[in-house]
């Protein structure tokens, strides 16, 4: 009776230790699934991403991206009109599944958080590094992305490098593609991104 006791004491201990163990990480029993054909990726979906940037004025309000760092002289020495060489721009962008803006006090589809910054002196290219960041019903979690944008070409590849939560472990590719812009302050972009790697 006695050593039974003991047991079921164990057992419990066990238990709770198993269970403290597995909420630590977020996903439990997932398994790897590697597309096996570029044509066939395990996930895809596309949205458009928003730059909003601050024109130092009057859309405090409206601006969800500004220029951190000030073009380098570097930035005039090709052209007069100038490429914003050294300008590092931080952004939290709303990402949605359609082209319009999220209406006032609507949660998009996701944001992107982070930055990009201008790097060549002969004409416009920049770099990215962000995490799409999914906080909504239908998705929680991360997809982080990073690449060269050749602004010169029509579509060009970001590499998605890993994800959380809904995207754990993801990897992949998004292709972005200039969809609309209003002079300096407004772009979006087509970002399809297909995913080749994932947890399911
Ligand atoms: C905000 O400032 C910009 C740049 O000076 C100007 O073109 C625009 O008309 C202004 N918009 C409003 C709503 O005041
Ligand atoms: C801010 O956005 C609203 C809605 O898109 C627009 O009506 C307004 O003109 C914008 N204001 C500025 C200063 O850009
Ligand atoms: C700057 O302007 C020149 C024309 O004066 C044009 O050829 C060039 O493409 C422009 N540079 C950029 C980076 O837009
Ligand atoms: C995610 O959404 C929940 C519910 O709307 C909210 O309470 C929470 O603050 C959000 N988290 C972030 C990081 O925005």
């Given at each position: 009776?006695?050593g039974?006791?003991?047991?079921?004491?164990?057992?419990?201990?066990?238990?709770v230790?198993?269970f403290?163990?597995g909420s630590?990480?977020?996903?439990?029993?997932?398994r790897?699934?590697?597309?096996?054909?570029?044509?066939?990726?395990?996930?895809?979906?596309?949205?458009?991403?928003?730059?909003?940037?601050?024109n130092?004025?009057?859309?405090?309000?409206?601006?969800t991206?500004?220029?951190?760092?000030k073009?380098?002289?570097?930035?005039t020495?090709h052209?007069?009109n100038?490429?914003y060489?050294g300008?590092l721009?931080?952004?939290?962008d709303?990402?949605?599944?359609g082209k319009?803006l999220?209406?006032?006090?609507?949660?998009p589809?996701?944001?992107?958080?982070?930055?990009?910054?201008?790097?060549?002196?002969?004409?416009?290219?920049?770099?990215?590094?962000?995490?799409?960041v999914?906080?909504?019903?239908?998705?929680?979690g991360?997809?982080?992305?990073?690449?060269a944008?050749?602004?010169?070409?029509?579509?060009?590849?970001?590499?998605?490098?890993g994800?959380?939560?809904?995207?754990?472990?993801?990897?992949g590719?998004?292709?972005?593609r200039?969809?609309?812009?209003?002079?300096?302050?407004?772009?979006?972009l087509?970002?399809?991104?297909?995913?080749y790697?994932?947890?399911v």
């Amino acid at each position: 009776m006695q050593g039974l006791a003991v047991t079921s004491k164990l057992s419990l201990a066990v238990v709770v230790v198993v269970f403290l163990l597995g909420s630590a990480g977020a996903v439990h029993g997932l398994r790897r699934v590697v597309s096996s054909s570029s044509d066939e990726p395990c996930n895809e979906m596309t949205l458009y991403y928003h730059d909003i940037l601050y024109n130092g004025v009057n859309n405090t309000k409206n601006a969800t991206s500004a220029a951190a760092t000030k073009p380098t002289a570097l930035s005039t020495t090709h052209w007069k009109n100038g490429t914003y060489f050294g300008t590092l721009v931080v952004f939290n962008d709303p990402m949605t599944v359609g082209k319009a803006l999220p209406v006032a006090g609507e949660e998009p589809a996701a944001r992107a958080q982070e930055f990009y910054f201008y790097d060549k002196q002969e004409s416009y290219t920049s770099w990215f590094g962000f995490s799409i960041v999914f906080n909504s019903t239908a998705h929680k979690g991360t997809l982080n992305l990073v690449g060269a944008d050749l602004m010169d070409d029509k579509t060009r590849d970001l590499s998605v490098v890993g994800g959380t939560g809904d995207f754990f472990m993801a990897r992949g590719i998004a292709t972005l593609r200039l969809d609309a812009s209003e002079g300096t302050v407004y772009f979006r972009l087509q970002m399809d991104i297909k995913l080749y790697e994932c947890y399911v």
